[in-house]
């Protein structure tokens, strides 16, 4: 963004073309100087990782990404396995309730029926996939009890089954955040929202 561009009330103008390589390097100076134990990307696709792979000296340690039972990044996930990224999941409830986002996960009828068959909550299964992902969750509530109960995953002593994940894999794909606000046609920045995301 360019400077004294504030919060989401933005235009397309206010886009800058964005310095892969510059701010890798800035990153990097700053796990050189102790500033940061590990440095990562967020919303990085693979095409976008790949560019920083070329001339990195420090790879990205984490790809922090939207991910859950409805946006579940097959594609990327198997691409940071293999580079050796770990992916972190914001949004793993997919932001029901929010300005942006839906009720992908919380209302999925195939997880309810999980969740009813193994007496647990919504969220537990939704965010026990991710966790059996082998991903780590970024979840934003401030309830202390909804913050027990995320914890009571690790708990379970039995995973998914095949059928659990059969079903889930059912789940019509259902991105919370589009992201159409970062792209410009006319000039710098993305030109559509694919290459956003890629």
Not at 14 to 20: A, G, K, P, R
Not at 62 to 91: P, T, Y
Not at 115 to 128: D, E
Request: hydrophobic share 35%; aromatic share 8%; charged share 20%.
């Amino acid at each position: 963004m360019k400077e004294g561009t504030h919060g989401y009330n933005m235009t397309k103008e206010c886009l800058l073309e964005f310095d892969i390589k510059g701010t890798w390097e800035a990153m990097e100076e700053c796990s050189k100087l102790g500033l940061a134990k590990s440095i990562g990307v967020s919303n990085f696709g693979p095409k976008k990782l790949s560019q920083i792979l070329q001339f990195c000296a420090i790879p990205p340690a984490v790809n922090q990404v939207e991910m859950h039972v409805a946006w579940k990044q097959d594609k990327l996930r198997g691409f940071c396995k293999e580079k050796g990224i770990h992916v972190s999941a914001w949004s793993p409830l997919a932001s029901n309730g929010s300005a942006w986002g839906s009720m992908a996960v919380m209302a999925s009828p195939i997880l309810k029926e999980i969740a009813q068959a193994r007496g647990t909550t919504v969220a537990q299964v939704a965010l026990r996939w991710v966790y059996e992902q082998g991903s780590s969750v970024i979840v934003k509530s401030f309830n202390k009890e909804r913050m027990k109960e995320n914890l009571k995953i690790l708990e379970w002593q039995r995973d998914l089954t095949q059928d659990e994940l059969h079903k889930i894999n059912q789940i019509p794909p259902n991105q919370g955040v589009s992201g159409h606000y970062f792209v410009n046609e006319n000039g710098p920045g993305y030109k559509s929202v694919h290459e956003l995301w890629e």
